[in-house]
Nanobody, 123 residues
Framework: QLQLVESGGGLVQPGGSLRLSCAAS????????IGWFRQAPGKEREGVSC????????HYVDSVKGRFTISRDNAKNTVYLRMNNLEPEDTAVYYC????????????????WGQGTQVTVSS
């Protein structure tokens, strides 16, 4: 089964940092763009960032630009999301998913969803 597995979430104070990991199970990541999404309680799932299969293109939504950094290590079959200067509004379950390319955060166009990892930003 082609699936992604997220890890690295936790409880952090405002202004703190976390690094999320997205590892592939059953396939190699280097053929796919990887997107990070998040879903807060009572809200729809939203796209956060995307990285192309080669890593030479990245995209961030405005709310995380300058604070989050997406990267990938294809040798380790893993994509990362470094999150700095976290805010309470970043609290959500974070998911990663795969697609042939970036260009859309419409959830139905992505697959391989993992179980998510909880990020809670609170003092």
């Amino acid at each position: 089964q082609l699936q992604l597995v997220e890890s690295g979430g936790g409880l952090v104070q405002p202004g703190g940092s976390l690094r999320l990991s997205c590892a592939a199970s059953g396939f190699t990541l280097d053929n796919y763009a990887i997107g990070w999404f998040r879903q807060a309680p009572g809200k729809e799932r939203e796209g956060v960032s995307c990285i192309s299969h080669s890593g030479d293109y990245t995209h961030y939504v405005d709310s995380v630009k300058g604070r989050f950094t997406i990267s990938r290590d294809n040798a380790k079959n893993t994509v990362y999301l470094r999150m700095n200067n976290l805010e309470p509004e970043d609290t959500a379950v974070y998911y990663c998913a795969k697609r042939l390319g970036c260009g859309s955060y419409i959830a139905l166009s992505w697959d391989g969803w993992g179980q998510g990892t909880q990020v809670t930003v609170s003092s």
